[in-house]
């Protein structure tokens, strides 16, 4: 088993939730408690980000690889079929879990991966750039995010709405960012890769794009490689990390997609 440290709330069937690059399972707060509701929730770090300490020396911590650690993770709670949602490069790591066990349903919030070839020019640089600041940036970053235009200044191209989150969740975004120790490896791990199809077992697909999503642009939406039948959605107004811009409408896309697959008949 893959220790991974992780938040587990609500009750019903279970419901993974994994963050992007250079975040941490905090990323989820504002929807928890609505998805507890319905759901019994699992959100985990990463290895390499948060709480979770890295992959073994050696292990290239590219997706496929993470991907196998988390369902190590899974394995040893017993989890055997859950709701996976991913959000960048949690979206290519759900997809990749999909070759390696049974899921119900995975949903993709803007899901990094889709491009074809290498990891596009201003992907790299925009990435490394946050990842910089967030580093060096220091007292200045953190004081600027505690006005709502500092939000939108050094928020706006992850979030769509970052006025509306608070000074503290902000700066924890600050953090997460500055502190991920496997940040540079996974980076450069993913640099050269992007998603392809390959033998999968089923599960009902969601791809969804936030409207203001100035992270991963049209050439990195290539839907080429998911699965016939996936189903395509938008969240207005939501950036490339929506949970905090309109929890409410990730919320019933999730839930939605949940109702989708339960609606669909048992095999024969």
Same mark, same amino acid.
């Given at each position: 088993?893959?220790?991974?440290?992780?938040?587990?709330?609500?009750?019903?069937?279970?419901?993974?939730?994994?963050?992007?690059?250079?975040?941490?399972?905090?990323?989820?707060?504002? #929807?928890? !408690?609505?998805? +507890? @509701?319905?759901?019994?929730?699992? =959100?985990?770090? &990463?290895? %390499?980000? /948060?709480?979770?300490? $890295?992959?073994?020396?050696? #292990?290239? !911590?590219?997706? +496929? @690889?993470?991907?196998?650690?988390? =369902?190590?993770? &899974?394995? %040893?709670? /017993?989890?055997?079929? $859950?709701?996976?949602?991913?959000?960048?490069?949690?979206?290519?790591?759900?997809?990749?879990?999909?070759?390696?066990?049974?899921?119900?349903?995975?949903?993709?919030?803007?899901?990094?991966?889709?491009?074809?070839?290498?990891?596009?020019?201003?992907?790299?640089?925009?990435?490394?750039?946050?990842?910089?600041?967030?580093?060096?940036?220091?007292?200045?970053?953190?004081?600027?995010?505690?006005?709502?235009?500092?939000?939108?200044?050094?928020?706006?191209?992850?979030?769509?709405?970052?006025?509306?989150?608070?000074?503290?969740?902000?700066?924890?975004?600050?953090?997460?960012?500055?502190?991920?120790?496997?940040?540079?490896?996974?980076?450069?791990?993913?640099?050269?890769?992007?998603?392809?199809?390959?033998?999968?077992?089923?599960?009902?697909?969601?791809?969804?794009?936030?409207?203001?999503?100035?992270?991963?642009?049209?050439?990195?939406?290539?839907?080429?490689?998911?699965?016939?039948?996936?189903?395509?959605?938008?969240?207005?107004?939501?950036?490339?990390?929506?949970?905090?811009?309109?929890?409410?409408?990730?919320?019933?896309?999730?839930?939605?997609?949940?109702?989708?697959?339960?609606?669909?008949?048992?095999?024969?």
């Amino acid at each position: 088993m893959t220790e991974l440290a992780f938040t587990s709330t609500g009750s019903g069937e279970p419901l993974l939730l994994l963050h992007g690059l250079g975040m941490s399972r905090a990323v989820w707060d504002p #929807v928890l !408690p609505a998805l +507890a @509701a319905r759901f019994d929730v699992l =959100a985990v770090d &990463l290895p %390499g980000f /948060g709480a979770s300490a $890295p992959l073994p020396p050696g #292990v290239e !911590p590219h997706p +496929a @690889a993470l991907a196998a650690a988390v =369902a190590g993770f &899974l394995d %040893g709670l /017993g989890i055997a079929h $859950p709701h996976v949602v991913g959000n960048s490069l949690g979206g290519w790591i759900a997809l990749e879990l999909a070759r390696v066990q049974p899921l119900a349903t995975v949903v993709l919030l803007s899901p990094a991966g889709l491009w074809r070839g290498s990891t596009p020019r201003y992907q790299r640089i925009t990435l490394g750039a946050s990842r910089e600041l967030s580093r060096h940036g220091g007292h200045a970053l953190r004081w600027l995010v505690g006005h709502p235009l500092g939000r939108v200044l050094v928020l706006g191209q992850s979030h769509g709405r970052p006025a509306r989150m608070s000074a503290e969740r902000a700066r924890g975004v600050l953090d997460d960012m500055a502190a991920g120790d496997a940040f540079d490896a996974v980076f450069a791990a993913t640099r050269h890769r992007h998603y392809v199809a390959g033998p999968v077992h089923d599960a009902a697909v969601t791809v969804v794009w936030g409207s203001r999503d100035h992270v991963l642009l049209r050439d990195s939406r290539h839907l080429g490689e998911l699965p016939a039948g996936t189903h395509v959605a938008a969240l207005p107004g939501c950036g490339h990390v929506p949970m905090s811009d309109d929890p409410a409408a990730v919320v019933a896309v999730i839930e939605t997609a949940a109702a989708r697959t339960a609606a669909l008949p048992l095999p024969a």
